[in-house]
């Protein structure tokens, strides 16, 4: 706190008064020489009494005056009894002192005022602080309370997704097995391979499905439409070596295409599903034996897993 | 504002003179004594104007013990009142320096806190 009026400091003429006869003469004589050449006036306040009058005024009117009352009235007694002893004999050295000690009083005052100022922010602070931190407890215990019931919903439906995928497995592998009298089926990891031999779906050297391979087919398409977008479906279609090779390509394709063609238009998503020609470069048996020739002339219907599906 | 300590309390009913003019004075120094202390102990230090009128206050204290014991009591008791004025102001300011430190610091602690509060968001689970 800075003090309007700077503290007077102990006061050295008062001090050498007592300690020296002499001087507190010199000091008198002094004094009354000034009054008789009208330096000053008798009644006269103290330059102490001045600034302990402007310093109660600060105080009265001041934060202190509603803040320090007991303080500012501390200050007006000794006020009260300094303007007394300035009365009884003006300049004496007791109006000093009791000036000196208003001084005191009222600056004591509104420094009270301060410090109760900054006892009140502490305060305010400290509340404040509690406040922000039960705040947070609570915004906390809610995000905590929202998360925990989007775990639960999250498990319930992932429970929910796991049992449609099992009942889906289910019954794909149902399925796969009304087809093992036509058809090879292996598993490798996510991967499903259907191997239908083509002396089953096409007659020799063509493209369009036989009844039966037709019915077959819609056995698989009807499991395979159920998979959606989870799924890709690849048919390639495969010949021996007896012939060209542009021609076992083309057959091949044609043959792929047709198989494609009849699962789309069983249900399978169009956009899943794709055919592929492979000709007679991937054989399964050696071509030198008709055994060999009818195991390589064949259609895969590969089922793959999407990443992520 | 009074600052009346159990120490002080104490060393007076010990300390009681004889004569009985010398008791209120004797009384006030010890007051003055534990308000000077108390100013020391807060470390009035911390404030320039506190400093000084801590200092002021020893200053007066001296030189009052001194007129009593030249018989001067009444310039004693007045030099005393002085001393006494000066040890409550620098125990104020002293003491006003203290709460504005910690009002600092207890504002500054809410601000870090308001600034930690994490955005409240929604919940934190992956879509």
């Known amino acids: ?309 | 504002m009074s600052y009346p300590r159990l120490s002080t309390i104490l060393i007076a009913l010990v300390a009681v003179p004889a004569c009985a003019t010398k008791v209120l004075p004797q009384q006030q120094m010890l007051d003055t004594q534990s308000t000077i202390a108390s100013a020391e102990e807060i470390d009035a230090s911390e404030n320039a104007d506190a400093k000084l009128h801590l200092q002021y206050a020893r200053e007066q204290l001296e030189t009052a013990k001194r007129l009593m014991a030249d018989g001067e009591d009444d310039e004693a008791l007045r030099m005393l009142d002085r001393s006494s004025a000066d040890a409550e102001l620098a125990l104020t300011l002293a003491r006003t320096e203290q709460v504005k430190s910690q009002s600092g610091r207890a504002i500054a602690e809410v601000d870090a806190l308001r600034n930690d509060e994490m955005p409240s968001a929604g919940p934190r689970i992956a879509e």
């Open chain 1, 1 to 309: 706190m800075t003090l309007r009026h700077p503290p007077t400091a102990p006061d050295e003429d008062f001090t050498m008064t007592r300690n020296s006869p002499i001087s507190f003469i010199g000091a008198s004589m002094l004094g009354a020489a000034s009054m008789l050449l009208g330096f000053g006036c008798a009644h006269d306040p103290s330059k102490e009494l001045v600034a302990a009058r402007v310093s109660y005024q600060e105080a009265a009117d001041g934060p202190a005056g509603t803040e320090a009352k007991a303080e500012v009235y501390e200050a007006e007694k000794a006020l009260a009894r300094a303007e007394q002893a300035h009365d009884k004999r003006s300049g004496s050295a007791e109006e000093v002192d009791l000036a000196y000690v208003a001084l005191r009083k009222s600056t004591n005052a509104m420094a009270y005022a301060t410090y109760l100022q900054f006892q009140a922010k502490t305060q305010s602070a400290n509340a404040d602080y509690v406040s922000t931190l039960e705040g947070q407890k609570e915004s906390a215990e809610s995000r905590l309370a929202t998360s925990e019931d989007a775990l639960a919903s999250k498990s319930k439906d992932l429970a929910t997704a796991e049992a449609a995928r099992a009942a889906l497995e289910r019954q794909l592998s149902a399925a796969m097995a009304s087809l093992s009298d036509m058809a090879k089926i292996s598993q490798e990891g996510e991967r499903t391979v259907i191997t239908l031999s083509g002396a089953v779906l096409f007659r020799t050297d063509e493209t369009q499905l036989l009844p039966i391979a037709q019915e077959k087919l819609g056995e698989v398409a009807g499991v395979l439409k159920q998979y959606g977008e989870e799924f890709s479906i690849t048919v390639n279609g495969h010949t021996d070596s007896r012939g060209s090779d542009t021609h076992n390509q083309q057959l091949s394709q044609g043959r792929a295409d047709s198989v494609r063609a009849y699962l789309v238009s069983k249900g399978v998503a169009q956009g899943s599903i794709t055919a592929m020609g492979q000709g007679e470069a991937q054989p399964l048996a050696p071509n030198t034996t008709a055994e060999g020739r009818a195991n390589n002339r064949r259609v895969e219907i590969i089922v793959d897993r999407k990443p992520g599906g």
